[in-house]
């Protein structure tokens, strides 16, 4: 199988290494526990062909076994059920990278000094565009557009909104005390915010400006404000909180500015709701590249993470499921592994900027094959 931007290799499942040593029940409980959603809400078939009504099938045959499957069970499900193709890009090499749920204080109220900096609900003139609304002279890569008496426009940017362009509102979800940590949930796509009135407040991705995601951690290696053998999540929040004014100027590179909706209901155990309606599994879920990769579909991944101690690299084998997506996550092998909530997991996630040996979707084969 192949599309415009990668080949699908066809594989046996003795060809993945480690294959045979992965834990592969904890990836069938989360595909199990999506199977409701998928079937209640199907996904589409996207680029790369893997079939969103085989997986379906894969869905219904999921529930029809024990939610705590022992291994042999799960082993026999993916093996049975599903073939490994190998992703070979076209053009870029396979990539991963690694996002988390922060978990920051904050405030819904307006007026307590130490919590100045808003994280903002969807405004209603923020409207989806798409090819056949999209104004020809807006670039094609703009989802998202602003509604006005004279038609479709972008909508404010990073530096138009921090400089006042929604005020007024009443969009303020909650309120943070750092202009950095915002920054960053707005990266991660989700937050925990624990109330200093007490509580938490869950929020995730709702929309975003529609500008192009710039990444500044590119831009301060080019820059040699950090090096690049230096360079993780840690490094660069603590450069930007010690020059603040710098900072400031650096993040407005990044036009595209995320808006957010509170969450409630869910799994504490769990992540946020990903983009594909299902909560983040720890460790399981994978963010891709939404126009390629089918949601649902399961990911073998084999790597060398830092995820030792003292963030010493490890083997990575791990069947991953394609949950979520990114602004940043482009291309058939571009990977972003959901590694938990938390200081610890965003330390860990925030060193991850590896190349797998292997990226291999699982393909559904569809009801009666073995």
Do not use: C
């Amino acid at each position: 199988m192949s599309d415009p931007t990668a080949d699908l290799v066809p594989l046996a499942f003795a060809d993945l290494p480690g294959w045979r040593e992965t834990l592969l029940a904890p990836t069938f409980r989360a595909f199990r526990r999506a199977a409701p959603h998928r079937l209640a809400s199907p996904p589409r078939t996207e680029a790369l062909g893997v079939d969103a009504s085989a997986l379906l099938d894969a869905a219904r045959a999921a529930l029809a076994l024990p939610e705590d499957a022992d291994e042999a069970t799960a082993r026999a499900f993916f093996e049975t059920r599903f073939a490994p193709l190998r992703v070979a890009p076209h053009g870029d090499a396979p990539f991963l990278t690694g996002y988390f749920e922060p978990e920051l204080a904050g405030t819904r109220r307006p007026d307590d000094p130490r919590f100045p900096v808003p994280l903002l609900a969807r405004p209603a003139d923020l409207v989806d565009v798409d090819d056949a609304t999209r104004p020809a002279t807006m670039a094609p890569t703009y989802a998202f557009a602003r509604a006005t008496p004279d038609g479709l426009v972008p909508f404010f940017d990073r530096g138009e909104i921090e400089d006042g362009a929604l005020v007024g509102r009443g969009l303020e979800l909650v309120f943070l005390g750092e202009p950095v940590d915002a920054f960053f949930v707005h990266v991660q796509g989700s937050v925990r915010v624990r109330l200093v009135e007490g509580g938490v407040v869950r929020l995730a991705y709702a929309a975003k400006a529609g500008h192009p995601y710039t990444s500044i951690g590119r831009l301060a290696i080019e820059r040699g404000l950090i090096a690049a053998e230096a360079m993780t999540l840690d490094a660069l929040r603590d450069w930007l909180k010690s020059h603040p004014v710098e900072a400031r100027a650096l993040m407005r590179e990044n036009r595209s500015y995320v808006f957010f909706a509170e969450q409630t209901g869910l799994d504490d155990a769990l992540g946020a709701v990903a983009a594909s309606g299902v909560q983040l599994t720890p460790g399981v879920s994978l963010a891709v590249d939404r126009r390629l990769h089918t949601f649902g579909v399961p990911i073998f991944l084999d790597a060398d993470l830092p995820l030792g101690t003292a963030g010493a690299s490890v083997p990575f084998r791990r069947l991953m499921l394609a949950d979520d997506t990114g602004s940043a996550i482009v291309g058939p092998a571009r990977g972003d592994v959901f590694v938990g909530l938390g200081d610890e997991a965003g330390e860990i996630a925030g060193r991850i900027r590896h190349g797998p040996r292997a990226f291999v979707v699982l393909a559904p084969k569809g009801e009666g094959t073995a």
